[in-house]
């Protein structure tokens, strides 16, 4: 009898379902809230309240997508933290009346493991997967670290941001220049035109394998207070520039801790994932990075990218091949690390 695992992701603004048969995706279901899109970033009472309208017809989807029956599932996988509360009580308590209903099991899932574990997302057997140990870049909204992979459960964090994000810092930049939020993919697009050594922003110098963004965000913030003054028009007559410069500094921050990561681990595997490995120069410059140092690149699909519910399910299915199932009285939490 097939395993299948159905994978609940509601950590953010995502409502997201999916299902992993024998390790293998049969579907994945993402629908994202534009409720938010007004308000310049994500509304938590406003998030939840869509996953509510979305979570049934979702997992419905995912279901018949996978041409599968309630019936035919092994276990239920849900994101249990880190997220806004809110949202993750949606999936889990619909993870949790799901399985009783069902009495089959339920499986707690780091967000962050998940996002780490989407490289193992296959849609045939014969799909590479990275070879452990691997070190991950993790970059997202909310996380900017680098991990030592050892198994599917052992994970270690090397390195990770003492302040913003890299996520934030495209994000919180690209709403200086006026620029939609999220801002990230919009930096992605017009840094395609710009100059990336235009600008120069500040760089941080802090020792080990840690990462910091606050210093950059202020001296961006700073550069266009200090032209705007001068020329109202400056944003306009630069966006391209002002992109690719930002987009620029960003990767080189994150090349130069992952190559020394790379030369102090000695790892033969080096994997991206998180929302901001969606970014075309992060792709490129971990590509390049991985040939210069002689290790093998796993650059993930963007679908797999961005909060998804197929890393949950994936996920899942470890924790389930583990028999490392969670009780009804697990709650979710806000906050948490790999
Ligand atoms: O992993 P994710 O979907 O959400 C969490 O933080 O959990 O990541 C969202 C982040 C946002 O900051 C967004 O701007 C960024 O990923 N992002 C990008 C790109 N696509 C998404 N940043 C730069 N370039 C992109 N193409």
Do not use: W
């Not at 190559?259 to 490129?284: D, F, L, M, W």
């Amino acid at each position: 009898m097939s395993i299948n695992i159905l994978g609940i992701e509601s950590s953010c603004d995502d409502t997201s379902a999916a299902i992993i048969s024998d390790g293998l995706l049969l579907s994945n279901v993402i629908a994202s809230q534009s409720v938010h899109e007004e308000y310049g970033g994500v509304v938590p009472e406003l998030a939840s309240r869509a996953h509510q309208q979305n979570i049934v017809p979702v997992v419905d989807a995912a279901l018949r997508r996978a041409s599968l029956r309630p019936s035919d599932l092994s276990a239920i996988a849900f994101t249990r933290g880190p997220g806004l509360l809110g949202s993750l009580l949606v999936g889990t308590s619909f993870a949790k009346g799901m399985s009783l209903g069902l009495r089959i099991p339920i499986i707690d899932v780091n967000h962050l493991h998940a996002h780490v574990l989407s490289h193992f997302i296959r849609n045939n057997p014969d799909d590479r997967v990275p070879q452990f140990p691997y070190l991950c870049l993790l970059v997202s909204g909310g996380n900017s670290q680098i991990i030592l992979v050892r198994s599917h459960s052992d994970m270690e964090i090397l390195g990770q941001t003492i302040d913003d994000a890299a996520g934030e810092a495209f994000d919180k930049c690209a709403k200086v220049m006026g620029l939609p939020y999220p801002g990230g993919p919009h930096i992605d697009r017009l840094a395609a035109q710009g100059d990336p050594l235009r600008f120069r922003f500040a760089r941080p110098h802090i020792a080990g394998l840690d990462y910091s963004f606050s210093g950059l965000k202020t001296s961006f913030l700073y550069t266009l207070r200090y032209a705007l003054a001068g020329d109202p028009g400056f944003i306009e007559a630069n966006k391209a520039d002002l992109a690719a410069s930002l987009q620029h500094t960003i990767i080189e921050i994150l090349i130069d801790k992952l190559r020394k990561a790379i030369r102090q681990t000695r790892v033969a595997t080096v994997a991206i994932g998180g929302g901001v490995s969606a970014n075309s120069g992060v792709r490129e410059a971990v590509a390049q990075l991985c040939r210069e140092e002689g290790v093998e690149a796993f650059i993930p699909q963007r679908a797999f990218t961005t909060d998804n519910a197929a890393m949950v399910a994936i996920a899942g299915h470890f924790k389930y091949l583990d028999k490392d199932f969670c009780s009804y009285s697990e709650a979710p939490f806000a906050r948490v690390t790999v």
